[in-house]
């Protein structure tokens, strides 16, 4: 069965240090979105990218983070100078081009600020 | 703008026990209504999903939620848990319209099954 992978699992890193969360989509799909779950709070949505660019993004993508799809299958999230409230789990999805589709989502990958 | 509400952060159940998760959400426009379950160190995947149609949908290992367009509501329910169910629950909702819209989610009911 086809599944959004995600690397790396865990990052640990010191803050003001950039970080590059990859994503690779599910092969068909044509949207891919970031979100983000800090400890023991809900699932936050941060952007949404279809056709190359940015469709919709949440206040809290600011001009700290990017998102890239450098090679057509890979599908990037960069935090420019990590901060400590940074620190969450970090879930990639991807849905194909139908309106009823449902969001597959990656395991997530954990970054930890220190 | 969209919101969505899941009433009850924890619920302890023991096992062969039902048990019912509250949602309720509100919206502006039309909405799609998902279900997603996060096992412990997992990502989240979908258990169910309201599109159209018949108001009560089944989804994966036995869970079911019924649609209330009147009270905004969307519960979700197990009639005999199992221990394997212990995980995290995720209510969602997506605007119909809008076809790159993005989900949002409630805050999660943590459901821990007791032997």
């Known amino acids: 069965e086809p599944e959004v992978t995600q690397t790396p699992s865990h990052q640990v890193t010191q803050m003001g240090q950039e970080v590059i969360l990859r994503c690779v989509p599910i092969?068909?799909?044509?949207?891919f979105y970031w979100y983000r779950q800090i400890l023991g709070q809900k699932v936050e949505f941060l952007v949404s990218?279809?056709?190359?660019?940015?469709?919709?993004k949440s206040e809290i993508f600011d001009d700290q983070f990017s998102v890239e799809r450098p090679d057509g299958s890979n599908f990037t999230l960069k935090i420019r100078s990590t901060k400590l409230e940074d620190s969450a789990m970090y879930f990639c999805?991807?849905?194909?081009?139908?309106?009823?589709?449902?969001?597959?989502f990656g395991e997530g990958s954990r970054l930890t600020v220190l | 703008a969209q919101s969505v509400t899941q009433l009850d952060s924890q619920v302890p159940v023991f096992e062969e026990a039902p048990v019912e998760l509250r949602c309720n959400y509100s919206?502006?426009?039309?909405?799609?209504l998902f279900w997603y379950v996060q096992y412990p160190n997992q990502g989240l995947q979908l258990l169910l999903k309201?599109?159209?149609?018949?108001?009560l949908v089944k989804g994966i290992n036995g869970f079911e939620a019924e649609f209330n367009k009147s009270q905004t509501s969307f519960h979700l329910r197990k009639p005999s848990v199992h221990i394997s169910d212990t995980a995290e629950y995720f209510c969602?909702?997506?605007?119909?319209?809008?076809?790159?819209?993005?989900?949002?989610f409630g805050g999660g009911t943590r459901v821990l099954v007791k032997p």
């Open positions: 092969s068909n799909h044509l949207y």
């Open positions: 919206s502006s426009v039309s909405v799609y």
């Open positions: 309201y599109l159209s149609g018949s108001t």
């Open positions: 999805a991807s849905r194909n081009d139908e309106n009823t589709g449902e969001l597959f």
């Open positions: 990218f279809y056709n190359n660019e940015i469709s919709e």
């Open positions: 969602a909702v997506r605007m119909i319209k809008a076809a790159g819209n993005k989900l949002t």
